[in-house]
């Protein structure tokens, strides 16, 4: 979770600076001077409303989190030059933010954010938050509504839209979206069965990256190589949950939803049934069963070690975990295949922490509030490279297909993801049972009624 929040916070300094129209936009000359450290040329907003600069009267706002250290010095350039552009902000609107630690630990965090917004706290305040606040701050009716808010461009690109969509109108947050669920490849196993060593970068290229034809590579990839009538080569090491859960968003379905009269339930619709039916036959047909006496992630080692041809798991295996750092077959990384009834797009799932205003706040504090972090998270000039993001990447992939092209598809097109967030919602065990080999219609039939129990009392509240 920090290092989500350390990357979105490292994407403000590369996103493009919001565009003005050439009236009064800044000139070429403001830019360059901009770009050298000198924002005294830059053209001052005006408030709409007064048709004068925005002033907010010295204004202080805090932004919580549980990781922050603002007496930390600049670990950067980047950083360096965002401090002061920060500052140059801070003076020209005539406000202070802040971003630090709220010091109540981690575990302690969601209680401390939830009595402020109960007992209506005094102060500016921005929190971040997670799966332990969010739905239940929703639900509770702490969350401020910023879609209220003017003079605010939410078309700008640096806005997060995943987080701005998981609850509408109440949730935000600006920067890249962290990538998540993907596909890794072993290169020599593919071309050792007569198929380009990049054959999945091509599909996915050609926009043919699809489950028909990923589930054609598993039944070539999946085989009996002595003739003894047992399977001895298996295409893929499959982690169910993993696996599961963007297979089921490709095909246009959620784990839970949303009706029009703002009630959520549990998704058995046909698309989401056709998921769980198609996952059930990838993991019978393709999926290395386990050995006597395996571990848990058992299926990791096997990728790794080159016994199969696919790993399902988040990108964070070709980082984070270093996982793959040391493996000695050559790989590539893909999204997950389009399912026959999703958009057609190529996607990230996005669990990304996310802001909120407190509603304890009256509306015009919530404006002055948003617009000043509208104003301090705009991007630094000089740093408006829009393929910059990519240099943190590259270091931990074998080629630059996988940034260039599996991370750009799933950056450029993050979906709000919400079942995480429903507080004590156990959905996993229906991915455990299904990739087990469980019935998917009987799974769903024989857990449906206590997960929608879960959903109603957290979500469904009168």
Same mark, same amino acid.
């Given at each position: 979770?920090?290092?989500?929040?350390?990357?979105?916070?490292?994407?403000?300094?590369?996103?493009?600076?919001?565009?003005?129209?050439?009236?009064?936009?800044?000139?070429?000359?403001?830019?360059?001077?901009?770009?050298?450290?000198?924002?005294?040329?830059?053209?001052?907003?005006?408030?709409?409303?007064?048709?004068?600069?925005?002033?907010?009267?010295?204004?202080?706002?805090?932004?919580?989190?549980?990781?922050?250290?603002?007496?930390?010095?600049?670990?950067?350039?980047?950083?360096?030059?965002?401090?002061?552009?920060? !500052?140059?902000?801070?003076? +020209?609107? @005539?406000?202070?933010? #802040?971003?630090?630690?709220?010091? &109540? =630990?981690?575990?302690?965090?969601?209680?401390?954010?939830?009595?402020?917004?109960?007992?209506?706290?005094?102060?500016?305040?921005?929190?971040?938050?997670?799966?332990?606040?969010?739905?239940?701050?929703?639900?509770?009716?702490?969350?401020?509504?910023?879609?209220?808010?003017?003079?605010?461009?939410?078309?700008?690109?640096?806005?997060?839209?995943?987080?701005?969509?998981?609850?509408?109108?109440?949730?935000?947050?600006?920067?890249?979206?962290?990538?998540?669920?993907?596909?890794?490849?072993?290169?020599?196993?593919?071309?050792?069965?007569?198929?380009?060593?990049?054959?999945?970068?091509?599909?996915?290229?050609?926009?043919?990256?699809?489950?028909?034809?990923?589930?054609?590579?598993?039944? !070539?990839?999946?085989?009996? +190589?002595? @003739?003894?009538?047992? #399977?001895?080569?298996?295409?893929? &090491? =499959?982690?169910?949950?993993?696996?599961?859960?963007?297979?089921?968003?490709?095909?246009?379905?959620?784990?839970?939803?949303?009706?029009?009269?703002?009630?959520?339930?549990?998704?058995?619709?046909?698309?989401?049934?056709?998921?769980?039916?198609?996952?059930?036959?990838?993991?019978?047909?393709?999926?290395?069963?386990?050995?006597?006496?395996?571990?848990?992630?058992?299926?990791?080692?096997?990728?790794?070690?080159?016994?199969?041809?696919?790993?399902?798991?988040?990108?964070?295996?070709?980082?984070?975990?270093?996982?793959?750092?040391?493996?000695?077959?050559?790989?590539?990384?893909?999204?997950?295949?389009?399912?026959?009834?999703?958009?057609?797009?190529?996607?990230?799932?996005?669990?990304?922490?996310?802001?909120?205003?407190?509603?304890?706040?009256?509306?015009?504090?919530?404006?002055?509030?948003?617009?000043?972090?509208?104003?301090?998270?705009?991007?630094?000039?000089?740093?408006?490279?829009?393929?910059?993001?990519?240099?943190?990447?590259?270091?931990?992939?074998?080629?630059?297909?996988?940034?260039?092209?599996?991370?750009?598809?799933?950056?450029?097109?993050?979906?709000?993801?919400?079942?995480?967030?429903?507080?004590?919602?156990?959905?996993?065990?229906?991915?455990?049972?299904?990739?087990?080999?469980?019935?998917?219609?009987?799974?769903?039939?024989?857990?449906?009624?206590?997960?929608?129990?879960?959903?109603?009392?957290?979500?469904?509240?009168?």
């Amino acid at each position: 979770m920090k290092k989500s929040a350390l990357l979105a916070m490292s994407a403000m300094c590369v996103l493009a600076l919001s565009a003005c129209n050439k009236s009064k936009g800044p000139s070429e000359a403001a830019l360059k001077a901009a770009e050298n450290g000198d924002y005294s040329k830059l053209p001052v907003a005006k408030d709409p409303a007064t048709k004068k600069p925005y002033d907010f009267g010295g204004m202080t706002v805090k932004i919580y989190d549980w990781w922050s250290d603002a007496s930390a010095p600049a670990a950067s350039k980047a950083e360096e030059d965002q401090r002061a552009y920060r !500052k140059y902000l801070e003076e +020209t609107y @005539n406000f202070t933010l #802040i971003q630090d630690n709220l010091g &109540s =630990g981690w575990n302690d965090y969601p209680k401390e954010v939830a009595n402020y917004c109960i007992t209506n706290g005094d102060d500016a305040r921005i929190y971040f938050i997670d799966g332990r606040s969010a739905f239940a701050g929703l639900s509770a009716g702490l969350w401020a509504d910023i879609s209220k808010t003017p003079d605010i461009d939410w078309s700008k690109p640096k806005w997060n839209k995943a987080v701005c969509e998981v609850m509408p109108g109440h949730s935000f947050a600006e920067g890249k979206p962290y990538p998540r669920h993907v596909i890794f490849f072993n290169k020599r196993i593919l071309q050792e069965n007569g198929f380009d060593p990049d054959e999945p970068y091509n599909l996915q290229a050609a926009g043919k990256w699809t489950w028909e034809s990923f589930e054609q590579l598993c039944e !070539k990839l999946t085989k009996d +190589t002595d @003739n003894d009538g047992i #399977i001895d080569q298996y295409a893929l &090491s =499959g982690f169910h949950t993993e696996f599961s859960w963007p297979a089921i968003y490709s095909n246009g379905g959620k784990i839970v939803n949303v009706d029009s009269n703002g009630r959520y339930y549990l998704d058995t619709s046909d698309n989401v049934m056709e998921a769980w039916n198609w996952v059930h036959d990838i993991f019978a047909k393709y999926n290395k069963p386990a050995g006597e006496g395996a571990n848990w992630d058992y299926f990791m080692s096997d990728f790794k070690n080159g016994a199969t041809a696919f790993y399902n798991n988040q990108e964070y295996d070709a980082q984070s975990t270093g996982m793959l750092f040391d493996m000695k077959d050559d790989w590539g990384m893909v999204c997950f295949p389009l399912g026959p009834h999703g958009d057609g797009k190529y996607f990230s799932l996005n669990m990304d922490n996310m802001l909120v205003i407190p509603s304890c706040y009256s509306q015009e504090k919530v404006n002055k509030i948003m617009k000043i972090y509208d104003f301090w998270s705009d991007t630094v000039p000089g740093y408006d490279d829009p393929d910059s993001w990519k240099e943190y990447y590259y270091a931990s992939f074998r080629d630059t297909r996988a940034v260039d092209e599996t991370l750009q598809l799933m950056i450029d097109n993050p979906k709000a993801w919400n079942a995480w967030l429903v507080p004590n919602l156990q959905y996993q065990p229906i991915a455990w049972a299904i990739c087990g080999g469980n019935d998917p219609q009987e799974t769903l039939e024989s857990m449906k009624n206590e997960l929608q129990a879960t959903i109603d009392e957290s979500m469904n509240k009168k």
